[in-house]
């Protein structure tokens, strides 16, 4: 998984790893994610709403054509997100994302991440 597009806050470089039959799934999306269109969506909602994101990965394991990618995430929340309008306030998240691979593209993701987290970042939810 290449982070410096990501990073580098580039949409379009990071689109270039899918494929036109994506299919991704996000615990934080109530829909899933289908071709280049769902991917640019989930993309750009994501690089909107924390315009400074910036993502390390912790930990891979690779089979086959797939990956699970254990990463962390940390930025400040500037746009809207899930319908909950820029807060201003920083953030740290920990997830998985699966990967699936076929000719060199994700054709399949699937992702899971602390929500609650980024919710008691923002304010949402208190600290438990």
């Known amino acids: 998984m290449h982070l410096a597009p990501w990073n580098a806050h580039d949409a379009e470089r990071v689109l ?33 709403a924390f315009p400074n994101l910036h993502i390390t990965i912790e930990e891979t394991v690779a089979q ?21 309008p820029a807060t201003g306030r920083e953030f740290e998240v920990c997830g998985v994302t699966i990967l699936t691979f076929q000719d060199g593209k994700v054709v399949r993701a699937r992702q899971v991440w602390d929500v609650a987290a980024l919710l008691r970042h923002i304010g949402l939810l208190p600290n438990l």
Do not use: N
């Not at 899918?18 to 934080?28: H, I, L």
């Not at 086959?64 to 909950?84: F, L, N």
């Open 16 to 48: 270039a790893f899918y494929s036109p039959e994506y299919e991704g799934t996000d615990v934080a999306e109530r829909a899933p994610q289908q071709g280049l269109a769902g991917a640019r969506q989930s993309i750009e909602r994501f690089l909107t």
């Open 64 to 84: 086959d054509s797939r990956i699970a990618v254990v990463w962390r995430a940390w930025g400040k929340h500037q746009g809207s997100m899930m319908q909950i």
